[in-house]
């Protein structure tokens, strides 16, 4: 990480200190063992930014993940924030260092995940996110088989294509792109241990948190909590 600065990605998720030294919130989603990671994937334009946004409101306990990116920012995005901005030589440089868990190309923009601020969340009993697209998901499912895997999906195609295009943040060529690789990702929805409707954005952030939280559960009955 030595050319992004590592201080940036440590720092990412807003982690206070380790979790041992930090008392438990009843009903949150933490365990005191190594947590699970949850990847959160879906075409562009279901939502995604929106449900994980929720919950990181709902619990600021789980680590959500920053990726770098090749892509310029949106009006809005702040670095380090929604994305840590880099070049291609960056990306290329963190991908040959083994720096990232995953990684992708998607409509011409270079995508990944910082790997070491993930693996210290879950080593450290927090529950981790990563929101990402199929290829990305589909490398997590190699690498870390008890992952589980969420797609979020859009109430329907039509909906989707209205979100999309009434985003007015792109290019007509570029929604058009997005459209394509929508239509893939959906078609893999059956690889996705879960599958998520996003009608409203507050109910799928908290059916989202009711599954990290079922893990809490599991974790107390089988340690005899
Ligand atoms: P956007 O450009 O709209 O922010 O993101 C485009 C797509 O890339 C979205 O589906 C988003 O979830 C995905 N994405 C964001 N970060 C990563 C990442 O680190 N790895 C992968 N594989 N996909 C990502």
């Not at 990116?69 to 702040?78: L, S, Y």
Request: net charge negative; glycine share 12%; with cysteine.
């Amino acid at each position: 990480m030595s050319d992004t600065g590592s201080d940036r990605v440590t720092g990412a998720g807003g982690h206070a200190g380790p979790a041992s030294h930090r008392e438990p919130v009843p009903g949150q989603a933490r365990r005191g063992a190594r947590s699970r990671l949850t990847v959160v994937s879906g075409p562009s334009g279901v939502g995604k930014s929106s449900v994980v946004g929720e919950l990181r409101r709902l619990d600021p306990d789980i680590y959500f993940s920053v990726s770098v990116t090749t892509r310029p920012p949106r009006p809005g995005e702040v670095d380090g924030a929604h994305y840590h901005f880099i070049d291609r030589a960056v990306f290329d440089k963190m991908v040959a260092a083994g720096e990232l868990l995953e990684h992708a190309e998607f409509t011409g923009n270079c995508y990944g995940t910082p790997r070491e601020p993930v693996e210290r969340a879950l080593a450290e009993g927090r529950p981790a996110i990563l929101e990402i697209e199929l290829q990305g998901a589909r490398q997590v499912r190699a690498a870390m088989p008890d992952a589980r895997l969420v797609m979020l999906m859009p109430p329907s195609w039509e909906e989707l294509v209205g979100r999309l295009t009434g985003r007015g943040t792109e290019e007509q060529a570029a929604v058009e792109a997005r459209l394509a690789e929508a239509e893939r990702e959906l078609a893999a929805a059956g690889e996705f241990d879960v599958r998520l409707v996003n009608a409203d954005v507050g109910e799928a952030a908290r059916q989202l948190l009711d599954l990290l939280r079922g893990d809490h559960r599991l974790h107390e009955q089988n340690s005899g909590a």
